[in-house]
């Protein structure tokens, strides 16, 4: 499988990007998907998944009530929603696939990452 992601940018505090991750392959269904994060000089981490039926969905307590995970199976797709952004939520977002609907809240159960995609709020 292979992930690319896209809808990074630069905006202000308050404001709201949308993320999408678009997956290679016929069998993105049977994936779990997971949003992570990186900010400068700080350890990746987890930001949110959800299952691959979709019926299932996670987030970190630092994004809850801000931003939402979604897919479309069809479009082989996963999106991150990200409103009320905050200077703190600057990171380069990846995203990662599994196939499994344990632990997904653990970047080391993952086995396919993207490359990333800056995110940038100004305060």
């Known amino acids: 499988v292979q992930l690319v992601e896209s809808g990074g940018g630069l905006v202000q505090a308050g404001g709201s990007l949308s993320l999408s991750c678009a997956a290679s392959?016929?069998?993105?269904?049977?994936?779990?998907m997971g949003w992570f994060r990186q900010a400068p000089g700080k350890e990746r981490e987890f930001v949110a998944a959800?299952?691959?039926?979709?019926?299932?969905?996670y987030s970190a307590d630092s994004v809850k009530g801000r931003f939402t995970i979604s897919r479309d199976n069809a479009k082989n797709t996963v999106y991150l929603q990200m409103n009320s952004l905050k200077p703190e939520d600057t990171a380069v977002y990846y995203c990662?696939?599994?196939?499994?609907?344990?632990?997904?809240?653990?970047?080391?159960?993952?086995?396919?990452w993207g490359q990333g995609t800056q995110v940038t709020v100004s305060s």
């Open positions: 959800i299952s691959w039926s979709g019926g299932s969905t």
């Open positions: 990662a696939a599994v196939t499994s609907d344990y632990g997904l809240g653990h970047q080391e159960e993952y086995d396919y």
């Open positions: 392959g016929r069998t993105f269904s049977s994936y779990s």
